[in-house]
């Protein structure tokens, strides 16, 4: 294992432009449950009942029911190991930006600036008839809520099955994976569209691609290099000997 992180390590001090690409996975760490893989959410519910716009329309208190109970997990966690190191490698200028499909907002709880979230986040409201949006800093008390200007019912501003992605971070999304030379992609399961094209779309550019996922996905086949391993305790080794590289030129 310690080869394998040397050689993360070597392609991460060389890149010119490190992107990383991240999925639920990279929270599993911090007691946030994934959708898929062994653990995930998607084993006990089904997700077409909870998080589409048609279950919203038929049932908002139960779509409600299930975004407050995730709130809450959420809003207990702490970032992992890898969220940290992430942060660390912007502060040092090496990672560029991080494209996320969680909605946790953990990476930016552990300092990272640039962070591009293609499915919106689990802190923010937007209304289902005006143009109101807001931010929530804790699960609502009384569900579902409603719009303080229009009085209509509030939805969580993410991105249910079924809907577009948020233009703008899209392209952005898109940009940075068209200049990176090198993308880390950590913790997703690389099947739901179009996010998973992000990482397709920088290797087609001939970006080499780092993944880390204790199981096989779609993208392991693109992979320069494959670590199978849990994303924090990766990371937290990884951090360790970055650090010593980084005094050890300094000094
Ligand atoms: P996913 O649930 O489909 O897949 C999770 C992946 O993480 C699996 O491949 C699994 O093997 C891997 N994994 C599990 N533990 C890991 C660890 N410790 N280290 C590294 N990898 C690990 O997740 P996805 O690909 O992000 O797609 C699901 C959708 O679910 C996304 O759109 C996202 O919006 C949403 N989601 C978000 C959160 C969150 O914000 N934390 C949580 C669950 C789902
Ligand atoms: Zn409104």
């Not at 990383?20 to 997700?47: D, H, I, Q, Y």
């Not at 087609?204 to 780092?210: D, H, L, S, V």
């Amino acid at each position: 294992m310690d080869e394998l992180v040397e050689m993360v390590i070597k392609y991460i001090l060389t890149s010119k432009h490190l992107v990383a690409f991240t999925g639920a996975g990279v929270s599993a760490e911090s007691g946030v449950p994934t959708f898929r893989g062994s653990n995930g959410l998607w084993k006990r519910f089904k997700p077409e009942e909870l998080a589409t716009p048609e279950a919203f329309r038929m049932d908002p208190l139960r779509v409600w029911e299930w975004y407050k109970w995730r709130m809450k997990i959420i809003s207990h966690a702490k970032p992992n190991p890898a969220h940290y190191a992430l942060a660390k490698l912007e502060k040092l200028g090496i990672l560029k930006c991080i494209i996320t499909q969680n909605v946790d907002g953990l990476h930016q709880k552990a300092g990272s600036q640039n962070v591009i979230e293609l499915h919106g986040s689990i802190w923010r409201v937007k209304c289902t008839r005006c143009n109101y949006k807001g931010k929530v800093e804790k699960p609502p008390e009384k569900i579902p809520p409603k719009c303080p200007k229009c009085n209509s019912l509030l939805r969580p501003d993410v991105v249910w099955f079924g809907e577009p992605l948020p233009q703008r971070e899209w392209s952005k999304a898109v940009s940075e994976a068209l200049k990176c030379d090198v993308m880390l992609v950590i913790g997703t399961s690389g099947v739901v569209m179009p996010a998973a094209l992000i990482p397709r779309i920088a290797w087609e550019n001939r970006a080499k691609i780092i993944e880390i996922n204790p199981e096989d996905t779609p993208i392991s086949h693109i992979a320069y290099i494959k670590v199978s391993e849990a994303a924090g305790k990766f990371f937290s080794n990884l951090i360790n000997l970055i650090d010593k590289h980084v005094t050890s030129k300094q000094n």
